[in-house]
């Protein structure tokens, strides 16, 4: 892609994500940083001969911030600290990564 | 009158619900399973019912059901689940299909199961399951 037009692209990300994101706090192998994440539920329907919604919580952040989230990275968002437990790659793009967490106890 | 197929699954609910510590979901009721449904379950429900073959009235029935069970946890978890189905089923002395299911001439079983898929969580999903087709093979007049 051009240049120009990824570097747009980049801007909107960090912007959308600092209207609608949250401050947090992304921790990877003990190393804390800041970031801005968007912390949501989604729900999936999983199961073939039962169906049933399942809410998981994932977190929206910015490539530039966090490139690649690793699985046991940690984020706390809200006063709440989840743990990374993988990387949703269709719902991700080269701007934005979405990460699937879990709640920590 | 009780159609064969309903007396077969009536049976696996039966011994489905026997398993200790177990939540069990039976056709419609599988459709929309809530949320927070206690795990771990069992669904499963009718999937298919094809005649094989007839003669002078009476058909021999193939009747398919589709099982699910979801644990959360380790593959250990799973296993145990994929054993208490079928210990349920009854492979061995014990034999709850007995008058129910049909051997076939050909020396087919009246209870086969099929092939157990082990389904390990997606990034952030909560459960594991492990799914199996149980195909039960009775005669039936008409």
Known sequence: ?105 | MTSRATEILDTLETLFEAIPGITVFRGMATLALPSETARPYIAFRPISNAVEAMQRGRALVTLQVGIEARAEGTDADLDDMLVALRGALGLGEFAPFDGLVTRSAGGTSGVTLGEAQYLFPQPGEATAGVQMIVTFRYAEAY
Do not use: K, W
């Open chain 1, 1 to 105: 892609m051009n240049p120009s037009l990824t570097a747009v692209f980049q801007t909107a990300a960090a912007q959308l994500l600092a209207v609608f994101g949250a401050n947090a706090t992304y921790t990877h192998d003990g190393t804390p940083l800041a970031v801005q994440a968007v912390v949501e539920t989604t729900l999936d329907q999983i199961g073939a001969y039962g169906e049933r919604l399942e809410a998981r919580p994932v977190a929206t952040l910015n490539r530039a911030e966090v490139a690649e989230p690793q699985r046991g990275d940690t984020l706390e968002c809200n006063g709440v600290t989840y743990t990374v437990d993988g990387v949703l790659a269709e719902r991700s793009d080269d701007y934005t990564v979405v990460a699937a967490l879990r709640e920590n106890p």
